[in-house]
């Protein structure tokens, strides 16, 4: 086939097929007068090879297992995966691809998990979805190593994963492809489309590394740069990828952004605007595609819909393969099957019930959560996870467990080094790669560093488990550099997060059930570094509610103390002094106001009766945010400051949380209020 | 000198001063029963050969401003430079070393600027002080090509930074030494500690990338590993690193953590415990060191505070050559004294004041940023900047200045990359280097990113401007991946942090201000993507309150309808209706709440009056925190979800922030409150 522009010789199908993704970008980026069309004409070729000749999936049921991985982690390219899915027979037609960026399609602007079908994982945010690759290839070989048997390749399955210039300038990408090359992710393979152009100009202005060698130094085994432009080239480094052992895989493409517009190509220009009616006729010419927008032609969606049969028959095989293991390995089966499903092993419950008696005495609530996380590893083998470098001070480890590494991909200790954003992408790599429970674990200052990762977790609704310990100003000496006041807060502004600041050992097991049992979703879990009081183990199941009453009076309190996590303890000593003195008080432990705000309002108004307006919280966190339960007439004793380099009493103490401040300042709040 | 523990052989007198150096950190750390002594132990030597013998620095003048910058990234490591800074001759008495740790002291866990004379910059979370050192780096090359004339070098110093495994684990690290490969920061001068030992064990568990080969790909000159035990061999290859031109350099040091320590020396475990008091007199024998506590020998003493007399010759040395300077060049000399002083030249508020004529019409406040950027930067010299790949949707670029660039290092346009992270971390860096004002710009979602950073110019005092765009879902149809929903709330939480959301282009202008003036702390601008209506340009000077009426009524109102960017529109004309209704209604422009929250009781009362309780806050953000003002009986109009892909104005739409909706709550409250 004749095309004005100059590509490597290929059939005319490939090449119809290939221009068929291209203008499929093109058309549906005019129609929505916003996108970016430059990336898939570019890649297009090289998606079309994978695609159409080694990906594994089945269109019709985009949940198989066993699937190959598709990452697209230049999220603004969607127009690229949208094509594909569609071309292939996923259930997208193409009014999706008409309704581009439109209020309820499935076709958002960049890719989000759940929205459309064949989506794997939501991008966008650059880097993320390099991490996010990582932890689906991590989590291939967990399961593989632990369910896989001497003839049943039950898991076997590999991650693809494309990526651009801007996110191999992501940290959270060389950080998550540092550990790749540590850990030996064969099954990873990173197709990167060096089109030497990123928004602001050539890429040369900002980025002149060398790209392989970088990755040659990480322990990466590289190809290229090859033509993008050739499927065939493209396909024979993807498939001699599949074949190195011990390596996660770069295949550097060389391509041009906008291939096929005659004067946008190659330019900065075609990034991220429409291309307009005269350039788009342009286009049409230069590609010789003589069709009208989004009129694709039969030839195309008879060969790319081949996918349909070729994954049928795939997912068919594995399907037998799977009762052929069932047949030899029941219990095994039903396990890996429970895992896939997100469900979690009987007993589990039963694990943390038992944990309470282990943590009935005063101890950090950082030691409890290790108590409280072995006890259900124990039981929930699909528990995965580990700690940016503080394993020890997190109490993070899974005892009886081995260490995810090169040479045991089996172990489901994670060693995530000193990378807490590329562990977070990681994590959320692992959860939505299915059949694993991933958990995180740094100091609670390090929130920050990996928070561009919870909040995608917190938008696609991924159930991972963010422990972070060392939660406050009692952390001490270690000084304000790590003493997070923002956090609590920052985390709690984030829809579709559950923060949990358990206040004792026994909240803190709660605070477990609560996490491993929300499938919907992630949870942050915040610990102490200092020793808290075991409250009233009986209670501790409240901790479901969000906030309960740990000292009541009769009738309707004068004054209402509101605390969380170390602040507890401090808070209901004054309040047992102020009911001593005969005040009517109650005393609330509120572990997690996500929990406590999705209540009945009979519950809510019941813990808090509006007309009680003497109230008081008590959080060694930014104060911002608690006039939601105190109110204009309450009190709030909180960090407006940063804190400070000492030991951690003498912190709580110079910063107001004392029993005796709480008790001062909520007799000063008594008199205000006239009682 | 004989040692029990084998090292290369040099003088007597350095090994007494190394061993000074090792015994205040271990002693240090034991008197304060925490800390890491592990890693000043095993750098000892080479920290010694820089600061003894190549460091130009002047410890009577911490602030002398040709001095050679330090940089302690792995920051745990603090009493290697507290040790230093005592023996050197800084006002840094052995006392406060006894207080390492202690509320007060001079000497908290981590280096903290503005606590420590000789402390160049706040470090501990890693990574963080490779981007800072960049940054440094950066700013001294601005300042030498702007300043500097043939035979007057007045701006030429170096950067020394020493970091850790863990620092180059960091993806902020590496993004930061990518783009310093890229612009040929040749004054930068990286110690890399590669001790082989993190907290959690041995590095090669999660770090097994060749670093020397990393940094060949990004374009630094690579030296070593060499042995860190060798101030010689550490000297020699300092200065080989001063006379690379073209390329940063890393210098590879191969140490023990530890050294010395007979049992510990080459483990994880010393790497934040203290010794015990067995292990330190161990240690005490094996190194050969026969002092008490705190006891330094007169010849180390004297030795080491020969720094004092060389640094009084140079700076003098430097003082009489800007004399010369001064001569030949009045007005440069005078412009470098003024921007060094962090003064801002005459003329740049009547520079301003002139923007608010070319803003006067409806345009995104992201258009109005670059309007008075450019308005400032014509006499602002000083300002220093750019964005993350984002350049022209933040109008960020200051027209008529070059970009800084290897082949051009006088350009003050910085082209970061897709590095928000390191963005943060190098603006850092340019600001407290001195005589430049940073700012950077990417899209308000990637602030994420940067917290890291944002959250250590809080802490740090440094007047950075941040400036983000596309702040709300009004940004439209790059979908909720894109949208900012928790970022102004998160932002606000955090101390020492001025956040402002302007609502037009003339608050734009008047935030501008405000951020130039302030020079104490960072400033976060936030601004559209979409267009906003002007409102009064003689009442947007009262930006500067944090609050001000844009609408009001005679006597106290019956309804307070608060606030802030974007919203103001919707809202005011929501308030227009409503006092066309015949309410009495103020309607408030709220940009800044920590403005607002710094006024006096006087002028927040009477904005804000107690007895009016029926109030309602509209920000396309989320609502956590909105209480503050509105409170128990108040309502709030924000975001409880993530935002959608669909045009800017349907997500308006959809989400509620009509004048519309706005009207109707209103009247609901009304009824509600019984009015």
Chains 1, 2 share one sequence.
């Not at 003839?151 to 590999?158: D, K, L, P, Q």
């Not at 009986?538 to 969000?546: E, F, I, M, N, P």
């Not at 602040?567 to 001593?580: D, H, I, Y």
């Amino acid at each position: 086939m004749a095309t004005r522009v100059s590509e490597p010789a290929k059939t005319e199908l490939d090449q119809l097929c290939i221009n068929a993704i291209r203008m499929l970008a093109v058309d549906a980026v005019e129609l929505a007068s916003s996108g970016h069309a430059g990336a898939p004409m570019g890649l297009a070729p090289a998606a079309y090879a994978l695609w159409d000749r080694v990906l594994q999936h089945d269109p019709a049921d985009p949940a198989w297992p066993d699937r190959d991985r598709f990452v697209l982690s230049a999220g603004h390219a969607s127009l690229l995966l949208y094509s594909l899915l569609h071309l292939t027979g996923y259930d997208l037609p193409l009014d999706e691809l008409q309704r581009f960026r439109q209020w309820g399609s499935k076709t958002p602007g960049h890719p989000e998990y759940g929205v459309t079908p064949g989506v794997e994982v939501t991008t966008g945010p650059l880097g993320q979805g390099v991490g996010n690759a990582v932890g689906m290839a991590v989590a291939e070989r967990i399961l593989a190593n632990r369910y896989n048997r001497p003839g049943h390749e039950i898991v076997n399955h590999f991650v693809y994963c494309i990526c651009s210039d801007g996110d191999l300038q992501e940290g959270v990408a060389s950080e998550a492809a540092s550990l790749a090359g540590t850990l030996g992710l064969n099954r990873l393979i990173l197709l990167y489309d060096s089109n030497g152009i990123t928004i602001d100009g050539r890429t040369d202005i900002s980025f002149r590394e060398n790209v392989a060698n970088r990755f040659h130094a990480y322990n990466w085994h590289v190809d290229g740069p090859i033509d993008g432009n050739d499927p065939d080239a493209v396909e024979t480094a993807i498939k001699a990828a599949r074949v190195e052992t011990g390596q996660p895989s770069l295949i550097i493409l060389n391509t041009t952004i906008g291939f096929g517009s005659p004067n946008h190509a190659g330019t900065s220009s075609i990034h991220s605007d429409p291309l307009g009616d005269e350039e788009v006729r342009r286009t049409r010419k230069a590609l010789g595609w003589n069709f009208d927008p989004f009129v694709i032609p039969d030839e195309v969606n008879d060969h790319m819909r081949g996918a349909i049969e070729r994954g049928r028959q795939a997912h068919t095989h594995w399907n037998t393969r799977l009762a052929a293991y069932r047949a030899d390995y029941p219990d095994e089966a039903a396990a890996l099957e429970k895992d896939l499903a997100g469900e979690l092993p009987d007993g589990w419950e039963a694990a943390l019930d038992g944990a309470h008696a282990t943590a009935d005495s005063a101890m950090a609530t950082r030691v409890a959560s290790g108590i409280a996380l072995n006890a259900a590893a124990d039981v929930v083998q699909s528990l995965t996870g580990g700690s940016a470098d503080l394993a020890g001070s997190n109490n993070s480890t899974m005892k009886g467990r081995s260490l995810f590494q090169s040479e045991d991909q089996a172990g489901s200790n994670i060693a995530f080094g000193v990378r807490e954003h590329g562990m977070g992408a990681i994590a959320n790599g692992i959860s939505v790669h299915g059949g694993l429970t991933p958990y995180t674990a740094t100091f609670m200052i390090f929130a920050d560093y990996m928070r561009p990762a919870i909040r995608l977790a917190a938008l696609s609704g991924y159930p991972v488990i963010y422990t972070f310990t060392h939660d406050s100003i009692g952390l001490g000496e270690d000084g304000p550099t790590h003493q997070p006041v923002a956090h609590l807060m920052s985390l709690r502004a984030m829809p579709g997060l559950v923060v949990i600041r358990p206040a004792d050992p026994h909240e803190t097991i709660e605070a477990w059930r609560v996490a491993l049992a929300r499938r919907d979703g992630p949870t942050v879990l915040v610990f102490t570094r200092q020793s808290t009081p075991p409250l009233d183990a009986s209670d501790a199941r409240q901790l479901a509610q969000g906030a309960y009453a740990v000292l009541d009076c009769e009738g309707e309190p004068e004054i209402i103390l509101i605390a969380t996590g170390s602040e507890v303890a401090p808070t209901l000593e004054a309040g047992r002094k102020l009911a001593e003195a005969g005040r009517k008080v109650r005393v609330i432990s509120m572990p997690s106001w996500e929990l406590f705000d999705s209540q009945p309002p009979e519950y809510r108004e019941e813990l808090l009766p509006s007309a009680v307006r003497t109230r008081i919280a008590v959080e060694a966190g930014s104060g911002i945010g608690w006039e939601r339960y105190v109110g204009l007439d309450g009190d709030v004793i909180a960090m407006d400051s940063f804190g400070a380099s000492a030991p951690g009493g003498v912190n709580m103490e110079k910063f107001g949380f004392t029993a005796d401040n709480i008790l001062s300042r909520s007799k000063t709040l008594l008199e205000q209020s006239g009682q």
